[in-house]
């Protein structure tokens, strides 16, 4: 034990002394940044568009906001796995169901790393998928409308961090756990970990027309941790690959504990013979609970249904289909590049950065070249599946990309910077600092076969002296290089909102044709809608209050209600008529427990409120959309519990 925490305390001094960011030349940014050459690069003209979409994940922020390249202007932030004041989403009644899991309501997620659908390996702009890692769930948002449409949760998994990547046809998106738990979850020692933990590997289909989102099945893996995976491409497609740390299963202390082996894994998924093996009958059906949430773009409206059982696979039961790869050191990114070929382990203390060749590994497993098993997986010679390694690279490596040109791109945490190096080389081309500790990177396309290599951009952890001061907290910071010549060029600093993990990054051209305007109100078939001022009513049903209302340019109908009386529970149903682009209307009353709704052109979206005191109290569009928003306001009166007003509302006249 001594002599674990001795080499763990020269390990960690030697990664504070490059983590502190003073030893980077703060002129080094100067130099690119200021050379007009390079604004001209990044200038988006007022009223011009960018050229390309960039999603960054929020991190701990549970969203995903949209920016623009190479302006790095920030779009919009899509509300996925927490509630969202700024629309309302997670606190409408009609979105509360997106949240809702296994384990109640959870208002708040942590996403991690976006991904967008693929046709035939190529990005197809209709979906794109990103992960909650806490309380384990994969999220789709439908690109035409930017909204999130379904939510599912996964069981068994814990620490949702091996996702949510996408295979090549999006036949699958793939969620693998971080942490290993029992399974199924029960009371037992922590300490009894070792063989007792498994780690639950997770692929969800995919339906091809409506992207309708199901578990196919789940790989119950030894208790290692699952960091990371990549989807095979090209060659390698009907494969998937996880890096793995912690293969010492350790419970405690793991920045130490999980640090003693030399080599952890890469594990390899054949997972097309495991669906063929699902599709014959194998593996067995395991009682489970998690929640499936669906947004139906017609009523507007999610339902939450709760899921009973999932089917899982036990590896061995399927010869062929699990094999482990050694790779140095608790590698963190698992990165394939566009032909398929070449699968890189990013080994976080390793010197070295390891890349495996999917050709060698197909022949050692075709000529039997095992050294040895895990659980019954065998686990192959790492001189048999090595392409080669780039030497002394830099330090702390964690996530690759690709250019489509052969070379690929590499952050290092601890040096602070982007590495260029070339795939069959492994020599290195370039480096260039980031501001600093930088985690993921992206490059448009870069996880399918076809990168669109013009820019790449890399995501901060540390912004420190970037950016005006905001106080002790500063927001995380990414960086865009010009990647098109052989040198990366600086362009662009710009900072992102909560924590960048991944982002998945697209040419513009296809999003931006199929973006929806409006909701046409025809299709709308929410049971609570109203299609004119003249439909509009107040049914009370016991208690409960339903107020049918419409909203239009500028004015709420009915705008005077008279009738509700303390110990109801009010439902403001509000159609927003409009039919115009980019015109939304809000809703909120005085007192409200709850946030304001934003209102889509040709959306009904449900407001409660539980009045508490006797009064009359205004409501009032809370966005602004036109000339007369001020005017767009009313009043709803409130009685005693015990009063007898009689149940009114008017628009234009007085109730008498
Ligand atoms: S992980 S850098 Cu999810 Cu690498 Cu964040
Ligand atoms: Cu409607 Cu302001």
């Known amino acids: 034990m001594k002599n674990i925490l001795k080499s763990t305390i020269a390990i960690l001094s030697v990664l504070v002394a490059f983590t502190s ?7 080094g940014s100067k130099s690119g940044a200021l050379a007009s050459n390079v604004a001209e690069k990044v200038y988006v003209a007022p009223g011009e568009y960018d050229s390309h979409y960039a999603f960054i994940s929020g991190g701990y922020s549970g969203n995903l906001t949209v920016y623009g390249l190479p302006s790095g202007r920030m779009f919009k932030e899509i509300p996925v796995f927490s509630q969202f004041a700024t629309s ?3 606190y409408s009644e009609e979105t509360k169901p997106m949240l ?4 109640g309501f959870i208002p708040w997620g942590d996403s991690h790393h976006p991904d967008i659908s693929q046709t035939n390996g190529e990005i197809d702009g209709r979906f794109i998928f990103i992960n909650e890692n806490n309380t ?5 948002i439908d690109l035409k409308t930017f909204e999130t449409t379904e939510i599912i949760e996964v069981p068994n998994s814990a620490g949702n961090h091996s996702s949510s990547f996408v295979t090549e046809n999006t036949e699958y998106v ?19 970990y070792k063989g007792n933990f498994k780690g639950a590997l997770s692929f969800i289909s995919v339906a091809p027309e409506t992207g309708n989102m199901d578990i196919k099945f789940q790989i119950l893996m030894p208790g290692f941790n699952y960091d990371l995976s990549h989807p095979g491409r090209g060659k390698s497609h009907g494969w998937f690959f996880f890096t793995t740390y912690n293969t010492e299963e350790a419970s405690t202390l793991l920045e130490v504990n999980a640090s003693q082996n030399d080599k952890d894994f890469i594990a390899a998924v054949n997972w097309k013979k495991i669906e063929e093996y699902v599709n014959n009958g194998g593996g067995t059906m395991m009682p489970a609970e998690y929640a499936h949430n669906v947004y139906d773009e017609h009523t507007h409206t999610a339902t939450s249904t709760m899921k009973k059982e999932v089917r899982v ?4 039961d399927v010869p062929g289909a699990v094999y482990f790869l050694p790779t140095p050191k608790s590698p963190h990114g698992c990165d394939v590049d566009p032909s398929g070929e070449y699968i890189v382990g990013n080994g976080k203390l390793s010197a070295n950065l390891t890349v495996h060749s999917f050709t060698k590994m197909l022949d050692a497993i075709e000529n039997e070249k095992f050294d040895g098993e895990a659980y019954g997986i065998p686990i192959l010679n790492f001189e048999d599946v090595l392409a080669g390694s780039v030497e002394q690279p830099g330090l702390g490596p964690l996530h690759t990309e690709f250019d489509g040109q052969g070379n690929a791109y590499t952050t290092f945490f601890i040096s602070s910077e982007v590495v260029k190096w070339k795939l069959g080389t492994w020599e290195v081309i370039d480096r260039k600092p980031t501001y600093y500790s930088v985690g993921h990177l992206t490059i448009p396309g870069g996880n399918s076969r076809k990168p669109q290599g013009k820019y790449m951009f890399a995501m901060n952890k540390i912004t420190k002296d970037r950016y005006l001061p905001t106080g002790p907290e500063m927001e995380h910071s990414a960086q865009l290089y010009d990647i098109s010549g052989d040198k990366m060029e600086l362009l662009l600093d710009f900072p992102t909102h909560g924590e960048p993990h991944y982002a998945a990054a697209m040419e513009a051209s296809l999003i931006k044709e199929r973006s929806q305007k409006i909701y046409n109100l025809e299709d709308n078939k929410h049971p609570y809608a109203a299609f004119s001022d003249d439909d509009t009513k107040v049914v009370r049903e016991g208690n409960e209050v339903h107020i049918y209302m419409t909203t239009i340019r500028s004015h709420f109908s009915p705008d005077n209600i008279e009738g509700v009386k303390v110990g109801d529970k009010v439902y403001f149903h509000v159609t927003n008529l409009e039919q115009d682009f980019d015109v939304p209307h809000g809703f909120a009353v005085l007192g409200q427990n709850t946030s304001e709704l934003l209102i889509m052109p040709g959306q009904t979206k449900t407001s409660v409120w539980e009045p508490t005191k006797v009064g009359v109290w205004p409501f009032y569009c809370t966005d602004f959309c036109s000339a007369l928003h001020q005017e767009m306001q009313g009043y709803i009166r409130v009685s005693p519990a015990s009063a007898s007003t009689p149940m009114k509302w008017s628009l234009g006249e007085d109730i008498e």
């Open 21 to 27: 960011c003073n030893n980077l030349a703060k002129s």
């Open 88 to 90: 309302g989403y997670g």
């Open 100 to 103: 809702n899991t296994s384990h």
């Open 136 to 140: 384990p769930r994969i999220a789709k």
């Open 174 to 192: 793939v969620a693998g756990t971080r942490f290993s738990v029992p399974i199924p979850q029960r009371d037992m020692p922590i300490k009894d």
């Open 313 to 316: 696979v036990n590896p061995i």
